[in-house]
């Protein structure tokens, strides 16, 4: 029997303001979008918990899906949902 995991918010990167590549582009070029969603989320390097809104952005006429929030005074984390 195949046991499936469950999906969750799992920490992709995290970067500067104004300069992250998520999806193979700058995330900070395109407009996001809120789904009105959140998501509970830990820092990967201090254990923390945070909860960061959920975006849309459409890149390439595809419309991804990711939370994002700042850990710090401009250091966004970033996390997709599998």
């Known amino acids: 029997m ?4 469950e999906k ?6 995290s970067g500067a303001d ?3 590549q998520l999806f193979g582009v700058n995330i900070f070029d395109y407009h996001w979008e809120t789904t009105g969603k959140r ?3 830990t820092d990967p390097l ?3 918990e945070f909860i960061f809104n959920i975006y849309t952005v459409v890149i390439g006429g595809d419309k991804k899906e990711f939370a994002a929030g700042e850990f710090s005074n401009c250091v966004w984390g970033f996390y997709l949902y599998h």
């Open 39 to 41: 998501a509970a989320v």
């Open 18 to 20: 104004g300069n992250v």
């Open 8 to 13: 969750t918010w799992q920490f992709e990167k």
């Open 46 to 48: 201090y254990g923390q």
């Open 2 to 5: 195949k046991i499936l995991k």
